[in-house]
């Protein structure tokens, strides 16, 4: 009898784990449509604990053109999450016994011999004080040729800029660090980056759809892949970033440049490298705790950033991951040790929402603090009596500016083109379509004088407001 009353009780928590899992799995799935449909999402989710994948799924479009879907098998440009990749190739090297995270790295680049106080594992831990070759080449190259890692050599080496700071004194985070690694790869390893990556990291972990790829430099037809895109600037059209349109040649005339940028995966081959690191399948746990240490600049300041990875410890509290975005794309990888728990989220929208709070407190079943509003419809006229320059008496330098266009409001000022769009949640309320986990409301009120007032809402705090005089 007592086996029998044990086997109901257990019968009747699996029924309980398992409807609360479906119930999970749906507001999920809530939250990512609606945001799919607001335009606040374009992407793919997988969510996994203890080693299983409990939610994976795939929202609009990787094709606008041929309106084909995203799935779990679309391949995404990963953007900075591929510098994760990067210091794990070095690691490897240095298990190889040819190189060393103290050599300078004038040992291996001669050409920059100006930098002889820069350290391997300065470029690691972004602790070199090098100049951002983004910023620097995006004005001084030639935005019709497409460089190269070699390129971007030849360029300092001509250049000789200083150090923007004592090496190890301070943490910047600087993507010519992750650039130079992977020169550094090449001419340790004696093979091109995208081969040794392959070679050493990819086949054996079986990430069949993983592979480093320029898109411009090396075009060519890659099966399942989300083409990345932005809105041109003013409307609500989705359009490659380097279209006139919206105007980011940058990704353009730098996409032949590897180490910082241009892994491509899905979010399955993802979850496979997420628990190789877990596991120490490729890694063994002594390489893989020196890959997740906290950085200590010289001055003793502690900065959660490892090697490629963003590090959050302390007590009972360990995780690792890492942000990205670039031409298109947005991405996060992010896995809580303590619990197991692994957030992979992929987008080919460069302004996606990332609801990751929201993500944690489903699984946690705590209270979501964020509200997800739905759009409602207003005629366009109720719209554009918004429209107009909002000024602040108490900062007379710089102005709101509302526009309308195709049922949105677009929010900038007379010195910055944000090009920020709003919807409308009420009649006087109208909410920001969500920028990574940025989340804002303008809101509208007819003063007793017939002017109209303008409050820009942050997280429930007011930040900007401006005053619009009655026509």
């Known amino acids: 009898m007592t086996s029998i009353k044990l086997l109901f009780l257990l019968s009747c928590l699996s ?6 899992a479906k119930q999970q799995v749906q507001q999920l799935d809530s939250i990512f449509s609606m945001l799919s449909a607001q335009q606040q999402f374009n992407g793919t989710v997988l969510i996994a604990e203890k080693g299983k994948i409990f939610f994976e799924k795939g929202y609009g479009y990787s094709n606008e053109v041929n309106k084909e879907h995203n799935g779990i098998h679309t391949i995404f440009e990963l953007a900075s999450c591929s510098k994760q990749f990067t210091a794990t190739a070095i690691i490897l090297l240095k298990r190889q016994g040819k190189l060393d995270y103290k050599d300078k790295i004038s040992k291996y680049l001669p050409e920059l011999s100006f930098w002889d106080k820069v350290t391997i594992e300065d470029l690691l ?10 910023g620097d080449m995006a004005k001084d190259w030639d935005s019709t040729k497409i460089a190269t890692n070699e390129d971007l050599l ?11 700071f004592e090496p190890k004194s301070k943490h910047r985070y600087c993507n010519t660090n992750y650039a130079l690694l992977a020169s550094i790869i090449e001419r340790v390893s004696g093979k091109r980056y995208a081969d040794f990556l392959a070679q050493n990291i990819f086949k054996p972990l079986k990430m069949n759809h ?3 790829y320029n ?5 060519k037809k890659v099966r399942h892949d989300a083409i990345g895109y932005v809105w041109s600037r003013q409307s609500l059209k989705k359009i490659r970033s380097e279209e006139p349109g919206y105007g980011e040649y940058t990704v353009y005339s730098l996409d032949g440049i590897v180490g910082t940028a241009k892994v491509n995966s899905s979010v399955t081959d993802v979850y496979k490298w997420v628990r190789a690191l877990k596991d120490n399948t490729l890694l063994t746990k002594a390489e893989f705790e020196e890959m997740t240490a906290i950085t200590k600049t010289s001055n003793g300041k502690d900065i959660p950033y490892g090697f490629g990875l963003m590090v959050s410890k302390g007590e009972n509290r360990f995780s690792f991951g890492h942000n990205g975005s670039w031409d298109g794309y947005a991405t996060m990888i992010h896995h809580n040790m303590i619990k197991d728990r692994t957030i992979i989220i992929l987008q080919n929208f460069k302004l996606g929402a990332f609801p990751y709070n929201n993500i944690v407190q489903i699984l946690d079943k705590q209270t979501i603090t964020t509200e997800f509003r739905e759009k409602i419809t207003l005629p366009a006229a109720e719209m554009e009596k918004y429209t107009g320059i909002y000024t602040d008496p108490e900062n007379a330098g710089e102005a709101h500016a509302i526009s309308y266009l195709d049922g949105h409001l677009f929010y900038n000022t007379t010195k910055v083109n944000w090009d920020m769009r709003f919807f409308p949640i009420k009649s006087n309320e109208f909410l920001g379509l969500r920028q990574g986990n940025y989340d804002s409301i303008l809101r509208f009120t007819t003063l007793d004088n017939g002017d109209t007032k303008m409050e820009v809402v942050e997280s429930g705090t007011i930040i900007g407001s401006g005053i619009k005089k009655k026509s």
């Open 15 to 20: 029924v309980m784990c398992f409807g609360q």
């Open 125 to 134: 831990r972004h602790t070199s004080g090098l100049p951002e070759f983004l």
């Open 154 to 164: 030849r360029f300092y080496a001509a250049r000789k800029d200083s150090l923007q």
């Open 210 to 212: 993983t592979f480093i």
């Open 215 to 219: 898109r411009r430099e090396q075009p």
